[in-house]
């Protein structure tokens, strides 16, 4: 905690952290130095967990990805709000164990899936694959996420003993790459890289005044008592029209009694009008045909989104 105070670092992607529960010494600490954390950990075995730990002052959410199971690394992601229009996708991951084919098939998937959250990806982690080697796998692993329009910045070793393990990935150039550095540490055998972003404004948040009562607070007995009274002495008036707002009003009285209306404040975040489910559906299409024209090399793939 003392390395992110002296870097001045806003959010922290973490592997291995070997945490075992939710809640513990280690999360209240962390707290105690003004940060937050999301986390997944392992309760059953050693080692193994991913976590984000950001500032305090930031807005970092949660992001789930139900419905979907990867067994060949860990992940957290986190979601950072930067403006009403501006959401930037964070992930931790950690690879473990030997690589295999399936791993390749999960990170696909993966990526599929979390591009959805929004335009704006920073991906980092311990891949336990050799980049620097330039085998199979370090470019089985560049193909997929070239296909995704990522790019990998880290070019420097992150491990003691050599060998660049530990990846960032970005889709958007937010990442300065003339900032990328790494830290010497001598507690632990993995570097720190750090690195600093485009300047981003912080989340805007819009006051709006509404009506509104607090209907479970009424007291459903007496409401009912009012009602009918209310209506064992109702008379129709000379028309329709007249006895409904007569009805209607009479209503409106009694409700005002047992719940008055009260003025409130609330901030919210605007967002764009255009950005509703059609085009989220339109844009995980487009996330596959540039996937598949770039594994094809040929621009036909396109021809359905024309």
């Keep these: 905690m003392c390395l992110l105070q002296d870097e001045k670092v806003d959010i922290a992607c973490i592997t291995e952290t070997w945490l075992t529960d939710q809640a513990n010494f280690v999360t209240s600490a962390i ?59 964070i992930v931790s991951l950690y690879r473990t164990g030997p690589i295999t084919s399936r791993f390749f098939e999960e990170f696909d998937e993966f990526l599929a899936v979390i591009l959805l959250k929004s335009d704006y990806l920073v991906l980092t982690g311990d891949f336990n694959i050799h980049m620097e080697t330039g085998d199979s796998n370090s470019a089985q692993l560049l193909q997929i996420t070239d296909s995704y329009g990522l790019k990998q910045l880290v070019k420097v070793p992150t491990h003691r003993c050599g060998g660049t393990l530990d ?27 750090t690195f600093s972003t485009q300047q981003l404004e912080p989340s805007r948040k819009v006051d709006k005044t509404i009506w509104t009562r607090s209907l479970k607070a009424i ?3 007496a409401l009912s008592f009012d009602l009918i009274d209310f209506i064992s002495d109702f008379t129709l008036s000379h028309t329709f029209e007249a006895s409904c707002m007569k009805f209607f009003d009479g209503s409106k009285n009694i409700l005002d009694q047992h719940a008055p209306l009260k003025e409130k404040t609330i901030s919210f975040m605007e967002h764009a009008p255009w950005f509703d489910s059609e085009y989220k559906d339109l844009r995980k299409l487009r996330r596959k045909a540039e996937k598949k024209e770039k594994s094809t090399d040929c621009d036909s793939a396109l021809i359905p989104l024309l």
């Design 31 to 89: 707290k105690s130095y003004g940060y937050n954390i999301i986390h997944t950990y392992r309760a059953d075995t050693r080692g193994g967990g991913t976590a984000v730990i950001y500032h305090s002052s930031l807005k970092v959410a949660t992001a789930n990805l139900r419905g979907h199971s990867f067994q060949t690394f860990e992940y957290v992601v986190g979601t950072l709000r930067c403006d009403a229009d501006m959401k930037i996708t």
């Design 167 to 193: 990846l960032i990935f970005d889709n958007s150039n937010l990442i300065l790459e003339s900032s990328l550095k790494t830290l010497n540490c001598n507690w632990s055998d993995h570097l720190p890289v």
């Design 219 to 221: 007291d459903l007995d």
